[in-house]
């Protein structure tokens, strides 16, 4: 899955300026992202979690009834864009100047999994 390009290209927190261009997108329970994002970048936002961490949109979802909060991985996927906002915006505090913010993603952590294991260095076998 080239979910580089998506680390690139996808803006997955999009301050969408076009408040006034883009008309009302209609989505119903959007408390972190903006009220107001398009369509097309909601789509490429859930797509891009999609890939982050390997999942289909069932892993956070209910199909066809998006809105609702019963699915647990979708009210922690919730706290995780508040997380990745933050260290977003404190940045410049710990990265070098050649960092761009929107290099930082679920993928930094998550890097094609959804759950995060701990590392754990007894494990590894390299140790002479
Ligand atoms: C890792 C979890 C996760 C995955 C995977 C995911 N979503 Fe989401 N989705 C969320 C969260 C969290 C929100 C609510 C964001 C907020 O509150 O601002 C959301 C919101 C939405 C909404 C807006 C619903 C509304 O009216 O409020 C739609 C539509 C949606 N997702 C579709 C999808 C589709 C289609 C996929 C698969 C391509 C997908 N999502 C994959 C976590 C996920
Ligand atoms: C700073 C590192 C970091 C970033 C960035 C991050 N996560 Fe996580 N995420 C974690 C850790 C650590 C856990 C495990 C937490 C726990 O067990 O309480 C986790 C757990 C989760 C889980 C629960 C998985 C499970 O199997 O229960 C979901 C869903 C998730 N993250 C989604 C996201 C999404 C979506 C993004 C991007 C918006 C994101 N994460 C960004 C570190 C991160």
């Known amino acids: 899955m080239p979910f580089y390009k998506n680390l690139v290209k996808v803006p997955i927190f999009v301050i ?8 009302q997108s209609g ?11 398009s369509k ?4 490429a936002t859930m797509n891009s979690f999609a890939d982050y961490l390997d999942v289909k949109c069932s892993f956070c979802h209910i199909i066809d009834e998006y809105e609702k909060d019963e699915m647990k991985h ?4 919730r706290e995780m864009i508040k997380l990745t906002q933050m260290i977003r915006n404190d ?3 710990y990265f070098s100047k050649d960092h761009k913010d929107e290099d930082f993603t679920c993928y930094t952590c998550h890097n094609g999994n959804a759950e995060i294991k701990p590392y754990n260095p007894d494990d590894d076998d390299d140790w002479p």
């Open 91 to 93: 940045g410049k505090k």
């Open 27 to 37: 989505f119903k329970n959007l408390q972190v992202l903006d009220k107001n994002i």
């Open 40 to 43: 097309d970048d909601l789509k």
């Open 74 to 77: 979708k009210r922690v996927a």
């Open 16 to 23: 969408v300026f076009g408040t006034i261009i883009f008309a």
